[in-house]
C-alpha cells in the first residue's frame, strides 16, 4: 500500500523559507504516468494546490503561488520536497503531500503536517 | 485560470438526499474531470467520486457523481444520509497544467 509522509518544521518565522518533505513509501516515485503534488489547507479553510512534479524534475506550480514556490524531486530517497519562501501569517496551513494521477486527480494522500508562520 | 464554486453548507436529515453541486467558472464542465473528496475532522481527503461518475472500490453506491453542461456543474449526490457523512466536500478538477479545488461545502446530517 502506497503511503506518503510529509515531515519538516512545525514553526517557521515571518520572511523566512518554509521546507517540507514528503517521502513515499510501498512504490516508487519514478513510476509513470504520476506526478507528486503539495497541496496546503489554512486552518478552517479550504484547500489550495500549491504544485506538481514529476520525477523528471518537471514541474507545474499554482500561478498565485509560483513567485515563492520551488518543488523537487529526489528518486535516490524517493523523496520529493517543497519550498515556499518569504512566508507570512497567510502561510500557515496544514500542508499535504498527495500523488496525482496526472493531470486527473489526486488518489494517494500523506497524513498532514501543520506549519505555523510566527516570530 | 477558471473557479470552481460549490455552496458554503448544507444540511439534511438522516436517510434523506443531498446534492451539492460545484459550478465552473469558464471553460466547460464537460472538458476536464470533476472529482469529490469527503474530509473529516482532522484527517486527509479521500476521494468519493473520480472521473465525474466513478466510485472508488470502498465508496458505498449511496454516492454518486454527475456533470450537467447546461449549468456548467458537477453535482455529488448522497442518498440515504448516515450521520457518518457529516464532513466537507471538496470538488476538484484541472486544466492543462493547474490543479482547482473548490472551496468546500459543509454537510450536516441533522
Known amino acids: 500500500q502506497l503511503q506518503l509522509q510529509e515531515s519538516g518544521p512545525g514553526l517557521v518565522k515571518p520572511s523566512e523559507t518554509l521546507s517540507l518533505t514528503c517521502t513515499v513509501s510501498?512504490?516508487?516515485?519514478?513510476?509513470?504516468?504520476?506526478?507528486w503534488g503539495w497541496i496546503r489547507q489554512p486552518p478552517g479553510k479550504g484547500l489550495e494546490w500549491i504544485g506538481s512534479?514529476?520525477?523528471?524534475?518537471?514541474?507545474y506550480y499554482n500561478p498565485s503561488l509560483k513567485s515563492r514556490v520551488t518543488i523537487s524531486v529526489d528518486t535516490s530517497k524517493n523523496q520529493f520536497s517543497l519550498k515556499l519562501s518569504s512566508v507570512t501569517a497567510a502561510d500557515t496551513a496544514v500542508y499535504y503531500c498527495?500523488?496525482?494521477?496526472?493531470?486527473?486527480?489526486?488518489?494517494?494522500w500523506g497524513q498532514g503536517t501543520l506549519v505555523t508562520v510566527s516570530s | 485560470n477558471f473557479m470552481l464554486t460549490q455552496p458554503h453548507s448544507v444540511s439534511e436529515s438522516p436517510g434523506k438526499t443531498v446534492t451539492i453541486s460545484c459550478t465552473r467558472s469558464?471553460?466547460?464542465?464537460?472538458?476536464?474531470?470533476v472529482q469529490w473528496y469527503q474530509q473529516r475532522p482532522g484527517s486527509s481527503p479521500t476521494t468519493v467520486i473520480y472521473?465525474?461518475?466513478?466510485?472508488p472500490s470502498g465508496v458505498p453506491d449511496r454516492f454518486s457523481g454527475s456533470i450537467d453542461s447546461s449549468s456548467n456543474s458537477a453535482s455529488l449526490t448522497i442518498s440515504g444520509l448516515k450521520t457518518e457523512d457529516e464532513a466537507d466536500y471538496y470538488c476538484?478538477?484541472?486544466?492543462?497544467?493547474?490543479?482547482?479545488f473548490g472551496g468546500g461545502t459543509k454537510l450536516t446530517v441533522l
Open positions: 472521473e465525474d461518475n466513478q466510485r
Open positions: 498527495a500523488r496525482l494521477r496526472f493531470p486527473i486527480r489526486f488518489d494517494y
Open positions: 512534479i514529476y520525477y523528471s524534475g518537471s514541474t
Open positions: 469558464s471553460g466547460s464542465i464537460a472538458s476536464n474531470y
Open positions: 476538484q478538477s484541472y486544466d492543462s497544467s493547474n490543479q482547482v
Open positions: 510501498g512504490g516508487s516515485i519514478s513510476s509513470s504516468s504520476y506526478y
